[in-house]
Nanobody, 121 residues
Framework: QVQLVESGGGLVQAGGSLTLSCVAS????????MRWYRQAPGEERELVAG???????DYADSVKGRFTISRDNAKNTMYLQMNSLKPEDTAVYYC???????????????WGQGTQVTVSS
């Protein structure tokens, strides 16, 4: 069984910063791409950023230059440093990872439970 657990969300004023963490645990053989998604009320879930095992990262246009995704492969952990936050960044942030369990040769997509980020104006 594989679990992803996010942490670090909260309430912050516009212009402030937050760092989200996502820890993967369980019967993990390897992790391929890791991603952050977010979903605002009444909106569809959108991809915020993704990162490959080697560190290559990509971002949604709306967060480029403000957010930085990173990962620590030894700790099975991913981070999202969010700077210059805006009210429109308010959403539930979810981590997602493509994980190969020890018991299988296939990668499966796992999701965390989400962490709320609220940016006040």
């Amino acid at each position: 069984q594989v679990q992803l657990v996010e942490s670090g969300g909260g309430l912050v004023q516009a212009g402030g910063s937050l760092t989200l963490s996502c820890v993967a645990s369980g019967s993990i053989f390897s992790i391929n791409t890791m991603r952050w998604y977010r979903q605002a009320p009444g909106e569809e879930r959108e991809l915020v950023a993704g990162i490959l095992p080697g560190g290559r990262a990509d971002y949604a246009d709306s967060v480029k230059g403000r957010f930085t995704i990173s990962r620590d492969n030894a700790k099975n952990t991913m981070y999202l440093q969010m700077n210059s936050l805006k009210p429109e960044d308010t959403a539930v942030y979810y981590c997602n990872a493509d994980v190969r369990p020890y018991s299988d040769y296939t990668f499966y997509s796992y999701w965390g439970q989400g962490t709320q980020v609220t940016v006040s104006s």
